[in-house]
């Protein structure tokens, strides 16, 4: 089963650290958790205290604090592992992707594009049946996705390339409605692995 420690150490890489970038969506960032998103997550407040009572040292500080580093994990974990049942999930390269893109994108997103990408692999449902997009990750999609793996060799080459893609088009739709998110592209684009 895939272990969250390797799966947010994967995502952290493309988080980096403190970003106040007025263009972003999110506004203020520290380790990928956005503010206008996650208005009430604890560690606004340290950062808040540090930026009022260390102006000039804060991003240092905030980078070197044990406490919001502690806080940013148990965040990812609880607010993405444990939605997407990462712990139960057979293959950590699956784990992998379906977490990251869930950080990114949304659990529902995520969850989404696996359902899907299940149901077009299934062969007409030759394999398994359809399961319902309903974007939450429950036993009917970890059956499936079990069944997939099984007939598969536990190779999850096909359903990594269609999640994958299913990413990519959502970033392509978000830059071709809003230009001014291109300039994310890279960073997005980091994220999706077409080999």
């Known amino acids: 089963m895939a272990d969250f420690e390797i799966a947010f150490g994967e995502t952290e890489m493309h988080e980096g650290g403190y970003v106040n970038d007025p263009v ?5 960032t520290y380790r990928g958790i956005a503010r206008n998103f996650h208005p009430n997550w604890p ?7 540090l930026k009022a009572t260390q102006p000039d040292e804060f991003k240092r500080q ?5 406490g919001l580093i502690d806080m940013t994990k148990q965040f990812y974990r609880s607010q993405f ?17 379906i977490f990251d893109t869930g950080v990114n994108q949304g659990v529902a997103s995520s969850v989404g594009y696996l359902q899907e990408s299940l149901n077009l692999l299934n062969r007409n449902q030759r394999n398994y049946p359809d399961i319902k997009v309903d974007k939450k990750m429950g036993p009917i999609t970890l059956k499936s ?14 359903l990594l390339k269609l999640l994958n893609l299913m990413q990519a088009a959502k970033y392509l739709e978000i830059m071709r409605r809003d230009s ?6 890279r960073g997005w684009l980091n994220r999706v692995d077409l080999r």
């Open 81 to 97: 592992w444990d939605p997407i049942q990462g712990g139960k999930i057979p293959n950590q390269s699956l784990a992998n992707k």
């Open 180 to 185: 001014t998110q291109e300039r994310f592209a």
């Open 62 to 66: 905030i980078e070197e604090h044990q």
């Open 145 to 158: 996705l079990q069944a997939f793996l099984k007939l598969e060799s536990g190779h999850p080459d096909y």
């Open 43 to 49: 560690g606004w407040r340290i950062i808040d205290q």
């Open 24 to 28: 972003d969506r999110g506004g203020e």
